[in-house]
Nanobody, 115 residues
Framework: VQLQASGGGSVQTGGSLRLSCAAS????????MAWFRQGAGQRRELVAW???????SYARSVWGRFTISRDNAKDTMYLQMNSLKPEDTAVYYC??????????WGQGTLVTVSS
């Protein structure tokens, strides 16, 4: 399975970005998917996840600001990020929503939020 995360960039506090995750090599529609992030010197953390049927859930730190979605016809997942804060600065990765077994993480996409 190959995952390609894109859409990162540099924004100021309060700005918005939309991340995309294109998947290949799997039946995307059958998988629960998730966004993760890893800040400098920090552990990778789960940000948001979306089940195959579309049900979503979020980490408390992003609830109300981020929206996860998916387009199964395009094998693509999205993360709309609004009201960005400096603490959102991290490399963002996409992967399946799992309790231990993940696909290759790929390069991720860097989000930098300046104050």
């Amino acid at each position: 399975v190959q995952l390609q995360a894109s859409g990162g960039g540099s924004v100021q506090t309060g700005g918005s970005l939309r991340l995309s995750c294109a998947a290949s090599g799997t039946i995307f529609s059958k998988n629960a998917m998730a966004w993760f992030r890893q800040g400098a010197g920090q552990r990778r953390e789960l940000v948001a996840w979306i089940l195959s049927g579309g049900r979503t859930s979020y980490a408390r730190s992003v609830w109300g600001r981020f929206t996860i979605s998916r387009d199964n016809a395009k094998d693509t997942m999205y993360l709309q990020m609004n009201s960005l804060k400096p603490e959102d600065t991290a490399v963002y990765y996409c992967n399946k929503y799992s309790h231990g077994e993940y696909w290759d993480w790929g390069q991720g996409t860097l989000v930098t939020v300046s104050s």
